[in-house]
């Protein structure tokens, strides 16, 4: 059993998208895990300065990282980046949630990728 923190698009998410995440979510808990899902988790409705210290906070405390990597997501670029330096001090373990292309170009979803071998 893990304790998982999932980077996730939260806002402009299609409806299919959404349940596609959900469905993931329910997954992982049906194997036992805990899952900090941010959309079910963390009132939306606070500052984005209190919902970052509550996503860091949280994320500080769990065993591995799930990425469901939407590159249209301003969030998740700022959740990738405390967990990268989770990555760096404590090796952090990632996982891709979701299909991520390789691209012929520097790219985020390439860092994921690689992270997450």
């Not at 998208?17 to 992982?28: N, R, T």
Request: charged share 25%; aromatic share 10%; with cysteine.
């Amino acid at each position: 059993m893990s304790n998982i923190y999932l980077i996730c698009p939260v806002r402009n998410c299609s409806d299919e998208v959404k349940e596609e995440i959900a469905k993931y979510v329910v997954d992982l808990e049906a194997d036992g895990n805990k899952v900090h899902f941010p959309s079910r988790d963390v009132k939306q409705d606070q500052s984005g300065m209190r919902i970052c210290e509550t996503l860091g906070s949280v994320m500080y405390d769990c065993d591995e990282v799930h990425i469901w990597w939407d590159p249209d997501s301003k969030g998740s670029y700022f959740d990738l980046g405390m967990a990268f330096m989770l990555h760096i001090h404590r090796g952090m373990k990632f996982v891709m949630a979701n299909e991520i292309e390789e691209t012929s170009h520097k790219s985020y979803g390439n860092v994921i990728r690689k992270l997450s071998q």
